[in-house]
């Protein structure tokens, strides 16, 4: 009876395992159009760099920051944002001499006049001094949210990298919090700062939410905490920093591609060992989210156990890429 029993049971772990790989998500290649941008100066088709190569087709310039924004549809949202953004990099070069950035917009197959918008905000708040670019990706069908970030980020040439929603709905300013978080860090500065709205939990923008919303989050991270990912308070807020090592060693391990990609990074950081330190940052309510709350919510929910079954049968292993050293080896 116990031999029954105990092969019943090796059957369903097969067969789970089996459902596991089938469904779980595989990432294409970029195209051979993705590997190139065009310059929003010149119009020159150029080759993007490779975050893990370390190297730049167009010279060895290093920016101090990478800022990596996913967008979707986002004409009537991202303007606002790219003028904050920029304005506030642009006072930081006037500032500090030493500072550079680049920002990478990925256009994650939008219908509408994302890309034209992008480039028309970039020629008009960035020039061709050396210390400013501006890179747009243009994928040719929709990835999601978490395909939009990884293949911006694999193409980053920062020594910091943030990737920030299009929303808007973050102060873009508290990037400097993020980075003072990190640069706070030993073992060479490496690490991932996550910016979080949990001290926001009984604020007014909060509170006003409707009842199935909060009931949803609650949900959510009650659900985060029993599958052993709960140390982080708030794993969604679509404004994180990486220092280019931590990037080097996360991106590359990347499968989901959707809303819930965040939970997969930070379980990789985990995995990897690589610090992860909670910011607290200044955010608002902003109109326009793509996400439908059942529908989305179900979505997540069941991406969210394919992470981590997929995971605990090794169907997916975290490796650090050959030439690049994880934390636990020093």
Known sequence: MIGYVVGFIFACIILLGLILWKIAPNPREPNESEKYYFDVHTTEKLPFPSLIEESDPQGQFTPTLTVVI????????????????????????????????????????????????????????TDS????EFRILKLTTNRGKGGAVTQGIMV??????????????TKFSDVKKLELAIDDKEDGGICVAVGSRAHMVKSE???????????????????????????????????????RNAAQQIIPNM????????????LIAQMLKIPIVEVPVSWHEVGGSKISLLKDSIRMLLDLLVIRLNYAFGIWVARVPQGLYSKKDK
């Open 205 to 243: 923008a909060v509170v006003k939410r409707s009842f199935i919303r909060n009931f949803v989050m609650h949900g959510f991270h009650t659900i985060l905490y029993i599958l052993g990912i709960g140390s982080i308070r708030d794993t969604q807020c679509g404004f994180k920093l990486l220092s």
């Open 70 to 125: 996913p967008a979707y549809n986002e004409a009537e949202r991202i303007p606002e944002m790219l003028k904050e953004t920029l304005e506030y990099l642009n006072d930081r070069i006037t500032e500090d001499s030493g500072f550079s950035y680049e920002i990478i917009v990925v256009d994650d197959g939008s219908t509408d006049d994302t890309v034209k918008i992008a480039r028309k905000c970039a020629k008009r708040l």
């Open 156 to 169: 980053s040439r920062g020594s910091k990298v943030l990737f920030a929603d299009a929303d808007g709905a």
């Open 255 to 266: 499968h989901v591609e959707g809303w819930i990609f965040d939970i997969e990074l930070l």
């Open 129 to 132: 001094s050396g210390k400013k």
